[in-house]
């Protein structure tokens, strides 16, 4: 037994020693003049076609990088950004915005993978180091996403390639949340929660799951409170602002779902969808939502006490 385990220490030993070594060598890979270089080069759009090479620095090494056990030096990650945070700042926001809809795979793996190198292989929150020397480059970043947030909104398509160009934007956004400076920088981004309230529509889990959790972190106790005062919803150009920003998925899913307060908050949506049901499209995508209207239904027929508000507001929906 002790020899098995003697043999099963060295076998851990020497996977460590192989993988730090590869971790250095991916490290200086990217971090060398050549992969300078090679930003610098790339076309200003996100259609172009590359090549084996950028596509082994710039894409691979980094999904690398992504997988490595966690137990490194933070400051040997730290040279990344150091080395390549600003050549890939100035290529990403000299690249015309409206490209973003034609965006190759290649160069969304780029975009995905590079971000999360420049971002998140340092646990910020859990070290003693402070990433205030890359807080410009970072909100420049994060202003060129938004930029292209929008473009991508604009664009009717539905294919699988704009779904997954959209995950990949909501990712990259996600990231810069973690950044507590650069969270607040983003709360002064305008319209930038109107358009995460759009992208929580969009069908696919991993999007929705980054959108919201900008969200929450984004939308302050105010705005929320500001969506969820029935009064204020009266008000018709608010009606319009809230159809506009496709805020009725989310309305729906807190009566759907059964975590939402029946007492302090599904009252409140309810009358909230009531004032938003004025609006024939708004009804129309209301009266489609089967769930929803089983759900009220089954609230209108409810005989719990606990919920005679609830059923006044339901029943007035119906």
């Known amino acids: 037994m002790t020899y098995q385990y003697f043999n099963r220490l060295q076998s851990i030993i020497n996977e460590y020693s192989s993988t730090t070594s590869l971790v ?24 172009q076609n590359l090549n084996y090479g950028q596509i082994l620095l710039l894409s691979t090494c980094p999904l690398y990088l992504k997988w490595y056990p966690s137990y490194y030096d933070p400051e040997l990650f730290r040279q ?28 969304e793996n780029i975009l995905r993978r590079l971000n999360n190198a420049l971002l998140r292989l340092i646990e910020w929150e859990n070290v003693n180091i ?11 970043l994060v202003s060129k996403w938004s930029s292209l947030l929008s473009v991508i909104l604009k664009h009717s398509s539905d294919d699988s390639n704009t779904i997954s160009i959209k995950k990949m934007i909501a990712h ?6 973690l950044h507590t400076n650069v969270l607040d920088f983003m709360k002064t981004i305008p319209n930038l929660i109107p358009m995460l309230l759009q992208m929580a529509d969009v069908q696919e889990d991993a999007t929705q799951l ?14 929320i409170k500001i969506m969820a005062n029935p009064n204020f919803v009266q ?11 496709n805020a009725l998925p989310l309305l729906i899913r807190c009566i759907i779902e059964i975590e939402f307060d029946p007492i302090k908050v599904k009252p409140i949506v309810l009358e909230i969808l009531l ?15 089967i ?28």
């Open 80 to 107: 990344i950004p150091r080395i390549l945070l600003s050549p890939f700042t100035e290529w990403l926001i000299s690249c015309h915005s409206n490209s973003i809809i034609h965006c190759s795979k290649d160069v």
């Open 24 to 47: 250095f060598a991916v490290i200086k890979c990217l971090c060398s003049s050549y992969s300078i270089e090679i930003i610098k080069k790339l076309e200003y759009n996100f259609s």
């Open 210 to 223: 980054h959108t919201y959790r900008c969200l929450g972190k984004l939308m302050s106790e105010i705005d």
């Open 275 to 289: 004032a938003l049901s004025f609006n024939n499209d708004a009804l129309l995508t209301l009266r489609q939502n």
């Open 291 to 318: 769930n929803l209207m089983s759900t009220i239904r089954n609230l209108v027929n409810s005989t719990n006490s606990n919920k005679s508000n609830l059923q006044r507001a339901a029943e007035a929906l119906l």
């Open 172 to 177: 990259n956004l996600y990231d810069f949340t």
């Open 130 to 140: 402070s990433n205030q020397e890359f807080y410009n480059d970072y909100c420049r």
């Open 235 to 245: 008000h018709d150009q608010v009606k319009i602002e809230l159809i506009k920003q």
